[in-house]
């Protein structure tokens, strides 16, 4: 599986947008970018994943960039909830017996009032 | 609910002794997943299940086992050759093949004192 790179911990008001940037640069063609996040002693939640488009749900949006080398995750109105380590995976989707995802350490996001 | 459960959610234990941590799913999921998590680290593999009676080998399989005899269920033992097993574990499943998206359960802290 690609490689992530995210910083370790950003800031964000609440209220505002929170934007999340992941480096995947060694992305394959057949690889998805997903994001999960997990609030402090919880399971990972998943929020969102895409492969090329732009994805919107009612959590967030995901931009990808044409060259599919970086992606950012947008939280439109960021509140105090929002407050988490939030990770950022490539992993290709095999169809397969194979088929599992790597975490890294993540982006910690604080929300601050 | 359908969910993932996990037992006990806390437990303590003297060195040497082996633990058997509970998974069970209702959601009629085929995989499933052990992840492991220690202080201010990503999550790594365990071990992963894609169908009953067959499981693979993740990142750090050594000092830990698992049996998945029913499609609902995927205990984890952790031995007593596991060298640090004081951790957070996490369990998660997968509805398919075609499904990348990974539901967690709320976690077991272990503590081996």
């Known amino acids: 599986d690609a490689k992530t790179t995210q910083p370790p911990s950003m800031d964000c008001a609440e209220g505002r947008a929170a934007n999340l940037p992941c480096n995947h640069s060694?992305?394959?063609?057949?690889?998805?970018v997903y994001w999960y996040r997990q609030i402090h002693s919880q399971g990972p939640q998943y929020i969102i994943h895409?492969?090329?488009n732009n994805e919107t749900n009612e959590m967030a949006s995901l931009i990808i960039t044409e060259d599919r080398k970086s992606s950012t995750l947008i939280l439109p109105h960021a509140t105090l909830r929002d407050t988490a380590v939030y990770y950022c995976?490539?992993?290709?989707?095999?169809?397969?017996?194979?088929?599992?995802?790597?975490f890294g350490k993540g982006t910690l996001l604080t929300v601050n009032p | 609910d359908g969910g993932i459960t996990q037992s006990p959610k806390y437990l303590f234990r003297k060195e040497g002794q082996n633990v058997t941590l509970s998974c069970e799913q209702n959601?009629?999921?085929?995989?499933m997943y052990w992840y492991r998590q220690d202080p201010g680290q990503g999550l790594r593999l365990i071990y992963y299940?894609?169908?009953?009676?067959?499981?693979q080998k993740g990142d750090i399989a050594e000092g830990y086992s698992v049996s998945r005899e029913k499609k609902e269920s995927f205990p984890l033992t952790v031995t007593s050759a596991q060298k640090n097993p004081t951790a957070f574990y996490l369990c998660?499943?997968?509805?398919?093949?075609?499904?990348?998206?990974?539901?967690f359960g709320e976690g077991s802290r272990l503590t081996v004192l």
């Open positions: 995976i490539v992993s290709a989707f095999s169809g397969g017996s194979n088929y599992k995802l790597t």
């Open positions: 060694t992305i394959s063609g057949n690889e998805y």
């Open positions: 959601l009629n999921h085929d995989a």
């Open positions: 998660a499943s997968r509805s398919g093949l075609r499904s990348g998206e990974l539901f």
């Open positions: 895409g492969l090329k």
């Open positions: 299940s894609q169908i009953v009676n067959d499981f």
